[in-house]
């Protein structure tokens, strides 16, 4: 098993930065791919951007692309996502999901592992 912790969240002013962290421990895979997801009051969750293991290639939504920034230090078993000129739309829980493996689906049932979730709010 893999166990993922969330942190970084909070309160930011539209046009703000904030920078979360997903902390990995447990079983490691060879092969392993870890993203964010996000789920709005009244949505569902969906895809916000993912990094490979191996070659670090990195995936993004249209929506977070030219604002967010996802990366990883293999050593700490730690993903970051840096978020930059946040907007009100951005408010959700994020949450850190990761699956063994090479391609980094969008599919949030395709992700085997998943930590609890940090609130970040962003106001107008």
């Known amino acids: 098993q893999v166990q993922l912790v969330e942190s970084g969240g909070g309160l930011v002013q539209a046009g703000g930065s904030l920078r979360l962290s997903c902390a990995a421990s447990g079983r490691t895979f060879s092969s392993l791919v870890s993203g964010w997801f996000r789920r709005a009051p009244g949505k569902e969750r969906e895809f916000v951007a993912a990094?490979?293991?191996?070659?670090?290639?990195?995936y993004y939504a249209d929506s977070a692309k030219g604002r967010f920034t996802i990366s990883r230090d293999n050593g700490k078993n730690t993903v970051l996502l840096q978020m930059n000129s946040l907007k009100p739309e951005d408010t959700a829980v994020y949450y850190c999901?990761?699956?063994?493996?090479?391609?980094?689906?969008?599919?949030?049932?395709?992700?085997?592992?998943w930590g609890l979730g940090t609130q970040v709010t962003v106001s107008s």
């Open positions: 990094i490979t293991r191996g070659d670090g290639s990195t």
């Open positions: 999901a990761a699956r063994a493996g090479v391609t980094a689906p969008t599919a949030p049932l395709l992700y085997d592992y």
